[in-house]
């Protein structure tokens, strides 16, 4: 089993910046590729970002690529979601997740992320 917990959502204006932080217990074999997704209301569920946990190796949404960041700490078994220069669209709900598959397999597809965490709720205002 594996346990995601995510934090540091908030409100922010336009052109500002949040870190979302995830951290996770549990069986590490589960965690091959740990993503960020989101979804607003009404909305589908959508990757936002993925990082091949055993060699670090990032994917991004088009909608993102240059504005935020994933990385991780192994020390911490912590994954982070660096977010800059955030727009009204970024606005939703931001879920952790961990594949038992490697991301080139498993991102972005939602249905091959096994464990999700509670989310966070981030909030752009123009």
């Known amino acids: 089993q594996v346990q995601l917990v995510e934090s540091g959502g908030g409100s922010v204006q336009a052109g500002g910046s949040l870190r979302l932080s995830c951290a996770a217990s549990?069986?590490?074999?589960?965690?091959?590729?740990m993503g960020w997704f989101r979804q607003d209301q009404g909305k589908e569920r959508e990757g936002v970002a993925g990082i091949y946990i055993r060699y670090g190796f990032p994917y991004y949404a088009d909608s993102v690529k240059g504005r935020f960041t994933i990385s991780q700490d192994s020390a911490k078994n912590t994954v982070y979601l660096e977010m800059n220069s955030l727009k009204p669209e970024d606005t939703a709900m931001y879920y952790c997740?961990?594949?038992?598959?490697?991301?080139?397999?498993?991102?972005?597809?939602?249905?091959?992320?096994?464990?999700w965490g509670q989310g966070t709720q981030v909030t752009v205002s123009s």
């Open positions: 549990g069986d590490a074999f589960s965690r091959k590729c």
């Open positions: 997740a961990a594949s038992q598959e490697a991301c080139y397999a498993a991102w972005p597809s939602r249905w091959r992320f096994g464990y």
